[in-house]
C-alpha cells in the first residue's frame, strides 16, 4: 500500500426542528453504515464521531457560552479521520457522503502531527 496520508473530514449540516420518522432514521443509519463500512473494509478508517447537540464556547476573555456555532446556515455534525494516498482521492471518496443526501456538506482537510 502507497504511503497514505491522513485527512480529516467535517461533516456539517442545517440544524432543523423537524424530527426523522424511524424510516428516514433506519434508512440515514444504513447509508452511514456503507459509507464508514467502505472506507474500513480498506484499512482506511482512522476514526469517526458524531457531534452531540449540547455545546459550549470560551471565548478569548475566558467567558463561556452554553451554544455552539452555526455558520451560514450549518454546524459542525460530526467528524471522520481517513488515510488516503491524495487530497483528491479523499475528496472523491467523500463525494459519496449521505450528509450531501440531506443537503449537507463535506470539508477536507488533511491532518498536521503535533510531534
Known sequence: MKNLK?????????????????????TMHQQWQKFIGAIASQAKLVIVSRLGFEGAVIKSD?????????????????????????????????KDCPVLLAGGTVEIRPTIPMN
Open 62 to 94: 475566558q467567558s463561556t457560552e452554553n451554544i455552539f456555532f452555526v455558520e451560514s446556515g450549518f454546524l459542525v455534525s460530526g467528524n471522520m479521520t481517513m488515510k488516503a494516498e491524495s487530497m483528491e482521492m479523499a475528496i472523491e471518496t467523500a
Open 6 to 26: 491522513e485527512f480529516m473530514l467535517l461533516f456539517r449540516m442545517q440544524p432543523s426542528n423537524t424530527q426523522p420518522t424511524a424510516e428516514q432514521i433506519a
